[in-house]
């Protein structure tokens, strides 16, 4: 089954306590892509990648760090997560046609509440 | 600079027709549609393109205005299941940036 997954899918930290979050595709999509949703706010792109070792900032990089080594996996890393990084986050992969998207699939969402 | 979507919510009965509207500052190359329905993650509906034609889902359709860098989505004689919240997003050099969200809620 095509599918985006994400670990884990809730957590509770504290802050400063380095955290890695998760996502794999299965679908051999070159796009891949960070959000978070706040209340209001709509969902807001942190990082994308074009494609292995291809990674950029999006719209609220601040505080999150990325890495794409291999084309499934896209981890989400919180080096010292603070209380405004609680959120809700989600991974989405697609193809992408010279910078053109096609479908986002999104992943099932990672609920993230930091103390 | 995140689009802006209008309204922020709507309530229908069923079999209602609705339109939401998207709009941005910047040149646009696609404008992609989703909707998410509560804690869940969000679904493609359709993308359009610059240069390309109104789209359609089901009664579901959109149209976009590239040179009032404008978007609105159609929902025809609504259905419950269309309940949820209508994400537009706008696409230009590789980033794909969301607006607010509207929410719809359509009543029996």
């Known amino acids: 089954e095509a599918q985006v997954t994400q670990n884990p899918r809730y957590l509770i930290t504290v802050t400063g306590k380095k955290l890695t979050v998760t996502c794999s595709q299965n679908?051999?999509?070159?796009?891949m892509s960070w959000y978070r949703q706040d209340p209001g706010l709509g969902l807001r792109q942190i990082y994308y990648s074009m494609n292995v070792e291809v990674t950029d900032k999006g719209d609220v990089p601040e505080g999150y760090k990325v890495s794409r080594k291999e084309k499934r996996n896209f981890p989400l890393i919180l080096e010292s997560p603070s209380p405004n990084q609680t959120s809700l986050y989600f991974c989405?992969?697609?193809?992408?046609?010279?910078?053109?998207?096609?479908?986002?699939?999104f992943g099932p969402g990672t609920r993230l509440l930091v103390l | 600079q995140q689009p802006v979507q209008s309204p922020q919510a709507v309530i229908l009965r069923e079999g209602e027709d609705a339109v939401i509207n998207c709009s941005s500052s910047?040149?646009?190359?696609?404008v992609h549609w989703y909707r998410q329905k509560h804690g869940e993650a969000p679904v493609f509906l359709m993308i359009?393109?610059?240069?390309?034609e109104q789209k359609g889902h089901e009664k579901i359709s959109a149209s976009f205005n590239e040179k009032k860098q404008q978007s609105s989505l159609y929902l025809t004689a609504s259905q419950l299941s269309y309940s949820g919240t209508y994400f537009c997003g706008t696409e230009n050099t590789g980033k794909l940036i969301f607006g607010q969200g509207t929410t719809l809620q359509v009543k029996p």
């Open positions: 679908m051999n999509h070159e796009y």
């Open positions: 910047k040149a646009l190359y696609s």
């Open positions: 359009l393109l610059k240069g390309g």
């Open positions: 989405a992969s697609s193809f992408g046609l010279a910078g053109i998207q096609e479908t986002q699939y």
